[in-house]
């Protein structure tokens, strides 16, 4: 296996696969569009205004499931959250639920109501106790995500959000 690219002073991390991965920050726009009571899709787009990852899925069934597509509508991947806890989300390559496909496991380790934060496991670890990443998302003053890999930032979102009246 090829040693990992540094960017930044930190080594590159392909998740999804290699497409995804830039050298580079990148400002992205997400949009939400609600359909009906419990359905939901997500268009991420550069600033550009080109279509780059499309989500969506149900968040009203007792296993919530989200699939991401790129721009053409191809399924890159599959997350699926188990809605009686809330807590655990498992995340799967294309449609598949296979466990050959599993490309992680998310598991919310503590409840704030102004921070949320994620452990994030790959399969194969040595040790299946300790999670190579962690989200941790803020509600206060403004709505921003971070990734951890150990101590270092390895992705960040900040969410602006016009004020409407």
Known sequence: MAAAKMVYGVPMISFAGDKFCVPYPVELIVKKNQHGLSD???????????????????????YRKRVMRNSAGFPILTIREKAITGKK????????????????????????PMKTRLDVFLPGSIDEDI???????????????????GDTIVAEVRIQSPLRF
């Not at 989300?89 to 704030?112: M, N, P, Y």
Request: aromatic share 10%; charged share 15%; net charge positive.
């Open 89 to 112: 989300w498992t995340v799967h390559g294309g449609v598949s639920s296979e466990t050959s496909q599993l490309l992680s496991t998310l598991q919310r380790s503590r409840f704030l």
């Open 40 to 62: 939901v899709r997500y268009e991420v787009s550069d600033v550009n205004g080109n279509l780059l990852l499309q989500v969506d899925g149900s968040y009203m069934t007792l």
């Open 131 to 149: 999670s190579k990443f962690q989200v941790v998302g803020s509600n206060s003053p403004s709505l921003s995500y971070r990734v951890y890999k």
